[in-house]
Nanobody, 126 residues
Framework: QVQLVESGGGLVQAGGSLRLSCAASGGTFSRYNIGWFRQAPGKEREFVAVITWSGSISYADSAKGRFTISRDNVKNTVYLQMNSMKPEDTAIYYC????????????????????WGQGTQVTVSS
């Protein structure tokens, strides 16, 4: 059973930066793909970025060029560096762990993710 805890959210002005962290426990972290999703008020949860156990990365179009996902397998943590932030980035950000260890392809939809964190609020003011 994998447990995930997000941190690093907060209030930032447009154009600013935040770095989110997702700390994992309870599993062999280095074998799992980890994704970031977000849910804005009144909207469905959407994919942001994913990093596989082997280091392959995929981003949503809205994140490309501004966000960077990375992982530290020693610290069992995945990071999401968000730069040039916009008000439309305002959302609750969730990290999630793919339930299938060592899956080769990054998943950009919610189905494969069996474990979720509680979320961290990110608010970007204009």
């Amino acid at each position: 059973q994998v447990q995930l805890v997000e941190s690093g959210g907060g209030l930032v002005q447009a154009g600013g930066s935040l770095r989110l962290s997702c700390a994992a426990s309870g599993g062999t972290f280095s074998r799992y793909n980890i994704g970031w999703f977000r849910q804005a008020p009144g909207k469905e949860r959407e994919f942001v970025a994913v990093i596989t156990w082997s280091g392959s990365i995929s981003y949503a179009d809205s994140a490309k060029g501004r966000f960077t996902i990375s992982r530290d397998n020693v610290k069992n943590t995945v990071y999401l560096q968000m730069n040039s932030m916009k008000p439309e980035d305002t959302a609750i950000y969730y990290c999630a762990c793919d339930g299938n260890p060592s899956r080769l392809r990054p998943s950009t939809w919610e189905g494969p993710y069996d474990y979720w964190g509680q979320g961290t609020q990110v608010t970007v003011s204009s």
